[in-house]
């Protein structure tokens, strides 16, 4: 009877042993390649606090005689996860972004920069030159600076207006044939820009939209 106890013992035992081999997945003359692990995503409370660490990491306070403090004070407690040189840099990618976008005639750029408004117009100035047979070639030398103009928060929606110096090359092409309508190719111009940017701070969606564009005379 023991002898029949221990060989039942030693089948159970076999199929333990089979069983973990087959869920681990264990192979020892020839291992596979290790299971990677993924981690998983971060939670949208999580990626707020890290939005909020690294504007705190970021930020450097501002005299309080500067007329800026006081509403970017406001604009920070409305939006904690602000940072106001991580939008300046936001701020010079969209000033390139919206200017290639708009010698391109690139509409679907356009429309993620602009508010509904803003795009509208610009849309309209594309149509314009098609319909004129030209195009505006704008090739961006270099942003020369970027600073803060104005800053409001108006019930939920913060706006910064940002002054852009920058040195363009601007030529005025026909669209058949390419030759040049206007502008000279190697002149650089200095150019000054105004530009207003709004965020619904209730928002979850971190990004600015571009509404008002004002070219300073020279």
Not at 96 to 116: F, H, I, N, P
Request: glycine share 4%; net charge negative.
């Amino acid at each position: 009877m023991a002898f029949i106890d221990i060989i039942f013992l030693a089948i159970i035992a076999g199929v333990v042993l089979f069983r973990l081999r087959s869920l681990l997945g264990r192979n020892i003359g020839n291992p596979g390649p290790a299971a990677t692990i993924r981690p998983l995503p971060p939670k949208p409370e999580e990626m707020v606090v890290e939005r909020v660490r690294r504007a705190l990491e970021d930020e450097a306070p501002l005299d309080e005689k500067n007329p800026l403090a006081k509403p970017l004070a406001e604009l920070r407690r409305a939006d904690p996860t602000f940072s106001l040189k991580r939008f300046l840099k936001g701020a010079e990618a969209a000033f390139e972004m919206v200017l290639r976008a708009l010698s391109e005639g690139d509409t679907q750029t356009l429309k993620t920069l602009l508010s509904d408004a803003l795009y509208k117009e610009f849309e309209a100035e594309i149509s314009r030159r098609k319909q004129a047979g030209t195009r505006e070639d704008v090739t961006l030398v270099a942003i020369t600076s970027c600073t803060v103009e104005r800053a409001a928060l108006s019930g939920p929606f913060a706006r910064v207006t940002v002054r852009f110096e920058s040195e363009q090359i601007v030529v005025e092409r026909a669209i058949e044939g390419d030759a040049i309508t206007a502008g000279d190719p190697s002149q650089v111009e200095r150019v000054e820009d105004i530009w207003t940017f709004e965020r619904d701070t209730r928002s979850t969606d971190p990004n600015w939209k571009l509404i008002e564009t004002q070219s300073v005379a020279q």
